[in-house]
C-alpha cells in the first residue's frame, strides 16, 4: 500500500527557510501527481505547491516566489523548500498523492488526491 511520511518541520524566526520531506513507499509515480497542503486549526486544509512526475509544477499564489516544490526520483522523496517564510505560513503541512496515472493541471483541492501522510508541523515565530 501507498504510505507517504513527512518530516523536517520546525520552528523558525520570519525570514528563515524550512525544508519538508515525505518519503514515499508503494506509489508507482510514472505519471502521477504528488503535492503538499497546510492546514491550520480551525481552517480548511489548502493547497501549497503540486509536482507532476511527468512535468510541471503549480503554486498557490501566497507561495509563488518563495516555496520551491522537488522531487528526488531515485530516494522517491518530495520536497518543499520553503524560503522567506512568514508567520502566516505557521500550519500543519501534509504530503499527499493522488491515483496513479493522474495529473495535476492546476492548484487541485485536497479531495483530488487520495493518500495522504500524517503531516509535520510548521511554526514562523515574528
Known amino acids: 500500500q501507498v504510505q507517504l511520511v513527512e518530516s523536517g518541520g520546525g520552528s523558525v524566526q520570519a525570514g528563515g527557510s524550512l525544508r519538508l520531506s515525505c518519503a514515499a513507499s508503494g506509489y508507482t509515480y510514472t505519471n502521477g501527481c504528488m503535492g503538499w497542503f497546510r492546514q491550520v486549526p480551525g481552517k480548511e486544509r489548502e493547497a501549497v505547491a503540486n509536482f507532476n512526475y511527468d512535468g510541471g509544477t503549480n503554486y498557490a499564489d501566497s507561495v509563488k516566489g518563495r516555496f520551491t516544490i522537488s522531487l528526488h526520483n531515485a530516494k522517491n522523496t518530495l520536497y518543499l523548500q520553503m524560503d522567506s517564510l512568514k508567520p502566516e505560513d505557521t500550519a500543519t503541512y501534509y504530503c499527499?498523492?493522488?491515483?496513479?496515472?493522474?495529473?495535476?493541471?492546476?492548484?487541485?483541492?485536497?479531495?483530488?488526491?487520495?493518500?495522504w501522510g500524517q503531516g509535520t508541523q510548521v511554526t514562523v515565530s515574528s
Open positions: 499527499a498523492a493522488r491515483a496513479n496515472s493522474l495529473r495535476c493541471w492546476s492548484v487541485l483541492a485536497p479531495s483530488y488526491f487520495i493518500f
